[in-house]
Structures are given as structure tokens and as C-alpha cells.
């Protein structure tokens, strides 16, 4: 089944605890995003990357890390999570950005 | 910083009448526009797509676009209690999707 995973689905930490949300889709998928969703500010880019290797910032990177190192998986890093990122995550594969179709479950993180 | 806007809603509508969402976008340069359908707590679904002037028709959906007027809408015809989501609109730029707030459709029986 095609499809995209994120782990964890949902997760509560502290300030500061370094933690990584995966992502990981078996379509083969050039493009990949992490996006967060807020009450009232909607659907925000964090970061992309268009292929292996190549990764981009969104329009909201600060306090995150990404990586993109093998074409399957495109994990997020918290290196020092702070309140202001709990927020509701979700990771996007597609073929082309013009088919943004494939999004995973969403990971719902709090951050104390 | 690239602009899509929408009104937030909540638009209500009762059952079999038709709902007209609405999206504005700052990017004249655009060509490619998206609607997404989002269930509370669930990740977005792509609807439709549009990329020309005019009206894409699927099923009971709409699309309609006016790129003169940087607007672009989704009708959703016969509605049902089961269209009752979220519409987030979406504009694709060169390598980004940026997506409006989203607006609310709540179809009472």
C-alpha cells in the first residue's frame, strides 16, 4: 500500500530534550515536506527537499533540522524543542510538487 | 512573502444546497492552484486541482478559477453532512505549496 508514516503519532516532552519525528514513504518520491498546523495560522512549510542530498527551508525552519540522506526517509529534528513548537506535524511525498497528494497521519507533539 | 487567504468561517449550509468556498492569492506569477479537504484531526485530502481560467467540474466538485482577479473557488454541490471539513486552498510557486488558513463547511441534515 502506498502510503507515508510518521512516528511517533503522538509525543509529550520537555524543553530542551532533543527528540526526532520520522517520516519514511515507499512510493519512490522525489519531493518531501514537513509541514506544522496551528489553530488560526493554518498549514506552514518547515522544510523541503526536492531529491537525496538536497534540502531547503520553508517559511517557518527556525529550531528545526532536517536531513535527507536516503530517497525513503526525510526525518525531523528537534534539537532543543521549546513550547512554542508543540504544534500538530505533518510530512508530504510526492512525485512533483504539483501533486502534493501523499501526506502521513501527522505526529501531535507537546512541548512542556 | 506569498499570500493565500481565505475566510475562516465557519460557512454553513443545510443538506442538497450548494456551498461556494472562496480563496485570494498575492502571487500574480501563479499557475497552479489546489484544494485540500481536512477532517478534524486528520491529514489534508487533495480534491482538485486547476490550472487554467475557467471551471474544472469532478463529480459534485467545482473548481473555478480567475487568474485576472488572483481568485479562485470550489463549489461543492448536493452538499452532505459528510462534506463537513475544512477546505484549505493551496498556490504552488517553484518549489513551495502555500496554503491558505482554511475554511470551515458545516452542513447541517
Known amino acids: 500500500e502506498a502510503q507515508v508514516t510518521q512516528n511517533p503519532r503522538y509525543l509529550i516532552t520537555v524543553t530542551g530534550k532533543k527528540l526526532t519525528v520520522t517520516c519514511s514513504q515507499n512510493?519512490?518520491?522525489?519531493?518531501m515536506s514537513w509541514y506544522r498546523q496551528d489553530p488560526g495560522l493554518g498549514l506552514r512549510q518547515i522544510y523541503y527537499?526536492?531529491?537525496?542530498?538536497?534540502?531547503d527551508k520553508g517559511d517557518v525552519p527556525e529550531g528545526y533540522k532536517v536531513s535527507r540522506k536516503e530517497k525513503r526517509n526525510f526525518p525531523l529534528i528537534l534539537e532543543s524543542p521549546s513550547p512554542n513548537q508543540t504544534s500538530l506535524y505533518f510530512c508530504a511525498s510526492s512525485l512533483s510538487l504539483a501533486d502534493l497528494r501523499f501526506f502521513g497521519p501527522g505526529t501531535r507533539l507537546t512541548v512542556l | 512573502q506569498k499570500e493565500v487567504e481565505q475566510n475562516s468561517g465557519p460557512l454553513s449550509v443545510p443538506e442538497g444546497a450548494i456551498a461556494s468556498l472562496n480563496c485570494t492569492y498575492s502571487?500574480?506569477?501563479?499557475?497552479?492552484f489546489f484544494w485540500y479537504r481536512q477532517y478534524s484531526g486528520k491529514s489534508p485530502e487533495l480534491i482538485m486541482s486547476?490550472?487554467?481560467?475557467g471551471d474544472k467540474e469532478d463529480g459534485r466538485f467545482t473548481a473555478q478559477l480567475n487568474k485576472a482577479s488572483q481568485y479562485v473557488s470550489l463549489l461543492i454541490r448536493d452538499s452532505q453532512p459528510s462534506d463537513s471539513a475544512t477546505y484549505l486552498c493551496?498556490?504552488?510557486?517553484?518549489?513551495?505549496?502555500?496554503f491558505g488558513k482554511g475554511t470551515m463547511l458545516l452542513v447541517s441534515p
Open positions: 486547476i490550472y487554467s481560467n
Open positions: 527537499s526536492m531529491n537525496v542530498e538536497v534540502t
Open positions: 512510493m519512490n518520491h522525489e519531493y
Open positions: 493551496a498556490v504552488k510557486g517553484y518549489s513551495t505549496l502555500t
Open positions: 502571487d500574480r506569477g501563479s499557475q497552479s
